[in-house]
């Protein structure tokens, strides 16, 4: 407590803490010849302050008033010079009060001045916390927005695709339903002409072995009718295979655009691959040979549609890569528990400034109009969403392999 | 917290006038220093600027010393009312054992006086004084004034509170002493419980406010 009081502005000072800023020798010499003789200064508990040694301690002592007690003495004085001696005290006492006065006021000055700059200090903290925690926020809104600009255009894109996949699928099943009918009553008449042929071709025994029949045995073989029942057979068959490929065809069609199965399903991926190639087929045909080389690979939790719509892209993009006549290897495997897909061409590769950016939305290097820049995104996209990644590999004049990891199993 | 010296047998009360600027702290207690005549009496010490802005503080010391040989010493300060001074009136404020907030009357005022009074909870709380327990008393000045709040009205607005209210004309001299009075009877109740006064002085609280008002309140219940 003590310690604390010492600081006060307002503490008690004693006759040589008031003194100190003031010449002293000055102030003894001015007192001295006012009074006309050697005077010492003692403080309230009798230490010498200035002044004489030689003064008799034993003349009269002057108490020096401080606030309410004595703080001082003046000794040395002479009873009979009291005016003189008061106007001594008079003057020391004011002395005193000025030098109180400019202690206490220049204390106090230093007290607020620290209090205020506690306070200052104390308030920069707090702006700067706030400072940092709306940089914080303005840092994250800056990263919120990248991500939700980021999320829009995800499901833009996908949004795209899903109405691409839609019409797609629309187009197919109208067609599927169009077609399915004509096949049916196609392949259904095919098998009954079959069964004519075969009955006719009965009936053609038997009138061949009538007798008196030559002259009609002469025109049948003049008009070579042996290689017509046999060829008409033939026609038929073809046709009926024929009309079978024209419902595979639109089989895969719908399988292709997902527009019958349900959403996620265990599936082969080799299955997929091969609807895909069936679909491809036809723009592929003139520009490369396909290679399938389908290993034994696990089925594949997934969306079965939306991976053979990528690899229908990787196709097509293989193909068009391709200047005059290449190859196209597709190969399935398993690798640390993932299904790999690696489809390769011997086209005319990516060039390197531009492999960075293939995976970009809205990123093509075809000519206007010609692609939507979307085949890769979104296949990307499709991959990610199935928890795999795609890796891509290219070197001009040889050829791009892209890679597909996909997670096997649920 | 008062300052105990035990070796001079000497208890220094700090008393703090707070409040608004220019509600006429420091013309409270040059009417003391005029007025009143305790046994001692220092030199007021008054720190304007040429406008009547108290700068850093006025100070009154006054005093007596009881029978039993105690010297009890009061030192009456004001505080700068302006807002810019905060940290002096903080510095002024710390270890008070006793506060008289001097509000001015005047209606144009009413925002200062809250401000002030804020301030003045605010900073007790910054300087470690429990404001519940702080000896306190509100002075509504200037009733002499046009255009003031009526005492009716000051009344319905601080019923409330715990603290004693009073009503005075610092420059006529009105309510000064009554002022002092209450805040003197609030300050000998806490003095006593930490000091044991009464019963290690035989200072009681009447001896101990005469001691300082004297007569200046002849006849005025406590």
């Known amino acids: 407590m003590r310690t604390l009081l010492e600081n006060n502005f307002d503490r008690e000072r004693s006759l040589s803490d008031l003194l100190n800023n003031i010449d002293q020798k000055k102030l003894h010499g001015s007192l001295s010849s006012l009074l006309g003789e050697d005077m010492r200064l003692v403080s309230g508990r009798g230490e010498l302050i200035f002044g004489g040694e030689a003064v008799a301690s034993g003349s009269m002592p002057i108490s020096l008033c401080g606030e309410f007690e004595p703080i001082g003495y003046i000794q040395g004085m002479q009873v009979d010079a009291k005016a003189r001696s008061e106007a001594c005290i008079s003057l020391l006492e004011l002395l005193?009060?000025?030098?109180?006065?400019?202690?206490?006021?220049?204390?106090?000055?230093?007290?607020?001045?620290?209090?205020?700059?506690?306070?200052?200090?104390?308030?920069?903290?707090?702006?700067?916390?706030?400072?940092?925690?709306?940089?914080?926020?303005?840092?994250?809104?800056?990263?919120?927005?990248?991500?939700q600009v980021k999320t829009i255009e995800n499901a833009q894109r996908q949004l795209y695709q899903a109405e691409k996949m839609a019409s797609v699928g629309q187009l197919a099943a109208g067609v599927a339903h169009e077609i399915n009918n004509p096949i049916g009553f196609i392949s259904s008449n095919l098998n009954t002409a079959k069964s004519y042929v075969e009955k006719l071709k009965a009936f053609i025994d038997l009138f061949k072995a009538v007798q008196g029949g030559e002259t009609l045995l002469a025109e049948w073989n003049n008009n070579n009718m042996d290689f017509v029942m046999e060829d008409f057979s033939e026609l038929l068959r073809e046709s009926a295979a024929g009309t079978e490929r024209v419902g595979r065809i639109v089989a895969d069609l719908r399988g292709f655009s997902n527009i019958d199965g349900a959403d996620e399903e265990q599936a082969d991926i080799n299955h997929c691959i091969r609807l895909a190639c069936n679909v491809a087929a036809g723009n592929v045909k003139g520009h490369a040979?396909?290679?399938?080389?389908?290993?034994?690979?696990?089925?594949?939790?997934?969306?079965?549609?939306?991976?053979?719509?990528?690899?229908?892209?990787?196709?097509?993009?293989?193909?068009?890569?391709?200047?005059?006549?290449?190859?196209?290897?597709?190969?399935t495997s398993v690798e640390e528990g993932m299904v790999l897909i690696r489809i390769s061409d011997n086209g005319a590769g990516i060039p390197e400034d531009v492999l960075p950016r293939i995976f970009d939305p809205f990123f093509t290097t075809k000519e206007v109009g010609q692609g939507t820049g979307l085949g890769l995104s979104v296949s990307h996209d499709i991959i990610k969403s199935h928890g795999g990644r795609i890796k891509v590999a290219s070197k001009q004049g040889l050829g791009t392999t892209f890679t597909i990891y996909l997670p096997a199993g649920v | 917290m008062a300052e105990f010296d035990e070796q001079q047998n000497k208890l220094t009360i700090k008393l703090v006038y707070y409040g608004p600027a220019q509600s006429g702290k420091t013309t409270n207690i040059m009417y003391l220093h005029n007025y009143l005549q305790p046994e001692l009496k220092g030199e007021i010490m008054v720190l304007e600027t040429q406008n009547d802005r108290t700068l850093f503080f006025d100070l009154l010391p006054l005093g007596f010393k009881t029978a039993t040989g105690l010297l009890v010493k009061f030192k009456l300060f004001t505080v700068p009312g302006q807002v810019a001074h905060d940290g002096t009136r903080k510095a002024l404020l710390s270890r008070a054992d006793g506060v008289v907030f001097v509000a001015d009357s005047q209606c144009s005022q009413g925002t200062n006086n809250a401000e002030a009074f804020e301030n003045l909870a605010d900073n007790a709380g910054r300087v470690g004084l429990n404001f519940e327990t702080l000896p306190l008393v509100v002075q509504f000045n200037k009733r002499d004034l046009p255009n003031i709040f009526t005492e009716a009205a000051v009344r319905e607005r601080w019923q409330a509170t715990k603290w004693p209210l009073l009503f005075?004309?610092?420059?006529?001299?009105?309510?000064?002493?009554?002022?002092?009075n209450a805040l003197l009877a609030q300050v000998y109740v806490s003095m006593d419980r930490q000091y044991a006064l009464q019963a290690k002085y035989s200072l009681d609280q009447v001896a101990f406010i005469h001691a300082v008002l004297g007569n200046a309140l002849a006849g005025a219940a406590l």
Do not use: W
């Open chain 1, 289 to 331: 040979e396909i290679k399938l080389e389908l290993g034994d690979v696990p089925s594949v939790h997934c969306q079965p549609g939306r991976l053979s719509q990528v690899f229908l892209n990787m196709l097509l993009n293989a193909s068009q890569s391709i200047v005059e006549y290449g190859v196209i290897k597709i190969q």
């Open chain 1, 96 to 147: 005193l009060c000025s030098a109180k006065q400019y202690y206490m006021v220049s204390d106090l000055h230093v007290e607020a001045t620290h209090a205020d700059y506690e306070r200052l200090l104390q308030k920069n903290a707090a702006l700067l916390e706030s400072e940092a925690r709306y940089k914080a926020l303005a840092e994250n809104l800056e990263l919120r927005v990248a991500e």
């Open chain 2, 168 to 180: 005075s004309s610092a420059t006529l001299g009105d309510g000064v002493c009554e002022t002092f």
